[in-house]
């Protein structure tokens, strides 16, 4: 068994239900490709919700858990578009998909600057200028409104996947 410390992560500002998810382009990773999208285009170009999940580094055991989770549960076979949002780079998030199989796209934002925007952004280990994303979910419509979110408070912390798929609309 692993052990680590939980540490607190504090409270954060992120969007709400009802607020407008801020906007960004960055390089949408796939298995076979990679190209500059902005959200804008990732939510319209979807029928129903547009699901961001952000995890830290794709190389994390946290971020590993996420998207197994997600792939046992079938996340990319439901209505929504399952979007990642880490710090990794496409050559990392190329990857982790190709180790993993995994039939998600990813957001690259090695610089976090979509976390910090999204206010879930977190120093890594107390390290200056080295941060990356608190595990967090943001169901989005078609317009970029939030429609549900989850954030996590601690490191680590996972949320109830039951009653998040209720809350993003997934259930």
């Given at each position: 068994m692993l052990d680590f410390e939980v540490v607190e992560l504090g409270p954060t500002d992120h969007p709400e239900p009802g607020d407008e998810a801020p906007e960004f382009t960055r390089p949408l990773v796939t298995a076979e490709f990679w190209e500059d999208r902005t959200?804008?285009?990732?939510v319209r170009?979807?029928?129903?919700?547009?699901?961001?999940v952000f995890t830290p580094m794709t190389g994390s055991f946290?971020?590993?858990y996420v998207w197994d989770e997600l792939a046992d549960r079938n996340w990319d076979e439901r209505s929504a578009r399952i979007v990642g949002v880490t710090a990794?780079?496409?050559?990392?998030?190329?990857r982790f998909l190709a180790d993993n199989d995994y039939p998600f796209q990813f957001v690259s934002d090695p610089g976090?600057?979509?976390?910090?925007?999204?206010?879930v952004a977190h120093d890594l280990d107390g390290m200056t200028g080295i941060s990356e994303p608190r595990i967090a979910f943001f169901?989005?419509?078609?317009d970029r409104t939030v429609q549900s979110a989850w954030v996590a408070t601690d490191w680590p912390e996972f949320p109830d996947y039951d009653d998040l798929e209720s809350d993003l609309g997934l259930a």
């Open positions: 959200l804008s285009d990732l170009d979807t029928d129903g919700r547009t699901i961001l946290l971020a590993k990794s780079t496409p050559y990392g998030i190329k976090n600057g979509v976390a910090a925007a999204y206010d169901a989005l419509d078609s």
